[in-house]
């Protein structure tokens, strides 16, 4: 039982560039989010997704997209890279079965766009 | 939406010394979670505990719904409790719409 995973662990932009974050659960959770973490700071949501084929934005989605096509799949997406888009992401997934949206991360991505 | 706060903001202590660590939150919860982030930046469940008290090894947490405040207690500190602890309740649609976070409370246990 591998929990949450993540793909890539590092990476590396330049300005302009894009690139996908993949992120995979093997709990059978219905809800899946992404979130970015940024110096001296809590995580902050992204986006989230309630179900395959269903997304919606969280606080902070400006520059991102995001895809559900699998329950077990969430990605996000960077179209057009910025420097204010270096940060440290997080995916999570949680049921709405009891307890209600317990949330479990994976190991986060840390990206430096250049 | 709800507002999370923790503090301390930073606490050094010596190894074998208890603490408390405390997250207020601006309105009723029906999720609060407290996570540890270690050095290495994995973040790690502690508790789910949306009320009342839960214990696990050294660790325990209380949360006083009606009071809107959570406490975790660490006691006997060793070096490997170090890292960052989050408090984070529900998002501004107190439903599937992911968790708020504190801005965490940076815990340094010196041997």
């Known amino acids: 039982n591998a929990g949450v995973t993540q793909t890539p662990k590092f990476r590396v932009l330049k300005t302009g560039q894009s690139m996908t974050l993949l992120c995979a659960q093997d709990m059978n959770h219905e809800y899946m989010y992404w979130y970015r973490q940024d110096p001296g700071m809590g995580l902050r949501l992204i986006h989230y997704s309630v179900g395959e084929g269903t997304t919606a934005k969280g606080e902070v989605p400006d520059g991102y997209n995001v895809s559900r096509l699998k329950k077990q799949n969430f990605l996000l997406g960077l179209e057009s890279a910025a420097p204010s888009q270096t940060s440290v992401y997080f995916c999570?997934?949680?049921?709405?079965?009891?307890?209600?949206?317990?949330?479990?991360f994976g190991p986060g991505t840390r990206l430096t766009v250049l | 939406g709800i507002q999370v706060e923790q503090s301390p903001p930073d606490l050094i202590l010596q190894e074998g010394a208890n603490s408390t660590l405390r997250c207020n939150f601006s309105d009723s919860v029906n999720n609060l979670q407290w996570f540890h982030q270690n050095p290495w930046g994995q973040l790690i469940n502690l508790f789910y505990?949306?009320?009342g008290t839960k214990q696990n090894g050294r660790l325990s947490a209380t949360t006083v719904a009606t009071e809107r405040y959570s406490l975790l207690y660490i006691s006997s500190s060793q070096t490997t409790d170090s890292g960052v602890y989050f408090c984070a309740g529900p998002g501004s649609g107190g439903g599937a719409d992911g968790l708020t976070f504190g801005k965490g409370t940076h815990l340094i246990i010196q041997p």
């Open positions: 999570a997934s949680s049921s709405p079965a009891v307890p209600y949206n317990e949330q479990f």
């Open positions: 505990i949306p009320s």
